[in-house]
């Protein structure tokens, strides 16, 4: 492809800079993850303490306690209405031979829907095992359907202590770190197969065998190609694996202001998360770049705004937003349309 062709094409995603969000919103999951400096004790009695991980729990021999908190709905959630959630997991630690999770109830207010019968001992802080029917050591729930929960959706754990039988012990301590909601229809998305590159002024990303660059010094590398790209005035140079550089794009080759260039097999994406501006963009050996997908346009509506982590997993990719705790994942096909996994 010509540089003029190049440069038209890419001058697409310029335009669409400037386009306001529109159109229907695509759903992805969104996980809010309930810190466990959030539950508190209702019955029973514990010496509470907050950790570096979470909260601690210490009880006496044999208490039986219960702790409880209140989970957040994701952040777009309007709190008036009841929203799906289709998964929970419980993360923890506690003592060898110390307290164990007995019973893990799902409440909206003072109506429990679900009480799961359980036996988890030992250190769950990052394990994940799923729930089959009379297993008793699993801490992740799938709810198929989902469950209705609203502002008041509520989590509480029964931990009993152990006791002696003929003399005193210490009965341990139990810590939760986490209780984490995953609601499947939470948050609009447009997002792709990609690992992300972060621009602040100018970025470096690989791309295939080669590498895009701009005049600056961030240089994120995805597969065997490096994008330097200036965001101020959407300048850029795309390098090949030996530095030798294949193409220069003047200022306004690529539209400034892209806050994410993340490379798919598919196409690269580019992002800005204050619009929620895209565009998938496909380069060729020479460094020649053609936009095949422009988001808004028509049937394809502005990706949501705001991520700041996008991790391509075995799953996946994986969206993340510090600022909120939400989760996406998805992928982009080979039209450079997204879909929710």
Known sequence: MRYQAARTQVSIALLALVVPFIGQSLFAQVTVKTPGTQFSVISGKATVTNVADGRRFRGEERADLKIRATLPLPARANPSQLHKMGRLAIHFHASP?????????????????YKFDTNLRGDYSTRETIYTKG???ANVWVLNPPDMVGSQFAVVLEVLFPGGIDSRIDPGEFVLTSVDADFPDAVAVHMGNAKVAVAHGTDSVRIGNKVAVAHGTDSVRIGNMVLEYNSVDGS??????????????????????????????????????????????????????NTIKTYPSPGAPSFARGWTSITLTADGLLFKNAATGARALGEIDSSGDFRTK
């Open 135 to 137: 297993a008793q050591y």
């Open 236 to 289: 850029a140079v795309m390098k090949g694996s030996d530095g030798a550089v294949l193409r220069t794009y003047p200022a306004g080759g690529f539209a400034p202001g892209w806050t994410h260039i993340v490379w798919t097999q598919q196409g690269t994406l580019f992002y800005n998360s204050t619009t929620g501006v895209g565009s998938v963009v496909r380069f060729d050996d020479s460094g020649n770049g």
């Open 97 to 113: 031979g110390g307290p164990s999770v007995r019973s893990v109830q799902l409440c909206n207010g003072a109506n429990c829907n």
